[in-house]
């Protein structure tokens, strides 16, 4: 993680502090790539080191990995129709009520989850405490 000032002056950016930039090198099935990603912050030098952003930055990737990619890619929320008045902060609301119950559960894999649950549904009604197991 590289942070620096220096081209701070020359952008027209209210708050811009510093700028960032990371370089990640990935082996992926067997090709080596070469990674370059950039940030901004408002945050000063004092307030925040490179170390500090760059937990901050995997913090944001876990978030992302652990939340959004199963709210996109599970349930197809970027798919979704359903665009007006309450129902689509209704229906993220149950996505992630859902999500942190298995997750609360021990479950790993959402998908996964989903589908045990989809071919057992009196497995799920028990869970949840509809009926005796």
Known sequence: ??????????????????VCRRIRTTVRKGKRTVEIDYAITSLSRERASAQWIAGCWRGHWGIENRLHYVRDVTF???????????????????????????RSWGCRNIAAA??????QPRKLLAKLGFFKK
């Open 1 to 18: 993680m590289q942070l620096s000032t220096r081209i701070v002056p020359h952008l027209n950016w209210p708050g811009l502090a510093q």
């Open 76 to 102: 197809g929320e970027d798919a979704s129709r359903i665009r007006k008045g309450a129902a689509p902060q209704i229906l993220a609301a149950c996505r992630n009520a859902i999500i942190g119950v298995l």
């Open 114 to 119: 989903l589908r045990d649950h989809a071919y």
